[in-house]
């Protein structure tokens, strides 16, 4: 029985031992929501998601990832990316990457003349997305505080590719696809 137990207690010891490393080393890394960029597809204010950094340590960051973004805020209130910042975490997707023309026009995104999704986009653009950056978009486009605001971001700012809502249970999904129609727009986090 004792022996049982001391089995358990070292697989729980080691087990937390794992998951703290992995959160240091942000190879799997808990994000909580505190804005609306992301509604519907995470819900807004107290979603929580779990983003792993091991993808980025290989490869690029495409276009439909949902990624986070280490965030600074300035003295007036403003976001911005910041490799070096740990003020706030952003979740986007990624939109266009370096050297893609990206531009909204009647109410849609397109990355190089093609359709990027069906998410209602006031008209902004084009432009083209310089080496080693990133356009990122909220799915609440006419909320989410994003690459339309602060503009592209550098590769080395994302930190993590979001694959899975874990909070609340009932929007517990690995699918982070994107909606369509238009975004609920401004949503009060207290």
């Given amino acids: 029985m004792l022996r049982a137990l001391v089995r358990a207690l070292a697989l729980v010891v080691i087990v937390v031992s794992v998951v703290v490393v992995l959160d240091f080393a942000e190879l799997l890394v808990p994000v909580k929501m505190d804005d609306a960029a992301m509604a519907d597809t995470i819900p807004a204010c107290d979603g929580r998601v779990l983003a792993q950094g091991l993808t980025y340590r290989f490869w690029d960051p495409e276009p439909g990832h949902v990624v986070a973004v280490h965030a600074a805020e300035t003295t007036e209130g403003e976001l911005v990316p910041d490799r070096d910042a740990?003020?706030?975490?952003?979740?986007?997707?990624?939109?266009?990457?370096?050297?893609?023309?990206?531009?909204?026009?009647?109410?849609?995104?397109?990355?190089?003349?093609?359709?990027?999704?069906?998410?209602?986009?006031?008209?902004?653009?084009?432009?083209?997305?310089?080496?080693?950056?990133?356009?990122?978009?909220?799915?609440?486009?006419?909320?989410?505080?994003?690459?339309?605001?602060?503009?592209?971001?550098?590769?080395?700012?994302?930190?993590?590719?979001?694959?899975?809502?874990?909070?609340?249970?009932?929007?517990?999904?690995?699918?982070?696809?994107?909606?369509?129609?238009?975004?609920?727009?401004?949503?009060?986090?207290?």
């Fill in 86 to 190: 740990d003020d706030r975490t952003l979740i986007l997707r990624v939109a266009a990457g370096p050297g893609d023309v990206i531009l909204a026009r009647q109410g849609s995104v397109f990355v190089n003349q093609v359709k990027f999704d069906d998410l209602e986009t006031a008209p902004f653009g084009p432009l083209t997305v310089p080496n080693e950056q990133y356009f990122l978009l909220g799915d609440n486009r006419s909320a989410a505080i994003d690459s339309r605001t602060f503009g592209p971001v550098l590769e080395n700012t994302i930190f993590a590719r979001v694959f899975m809502v874990l909070w609340p249970l009932r929007d517990l999904t690995f699918r982070l696809g994107q909606a369509s129609g238009a975004s609920p727009g401004a949503i009060a986090c207290e």
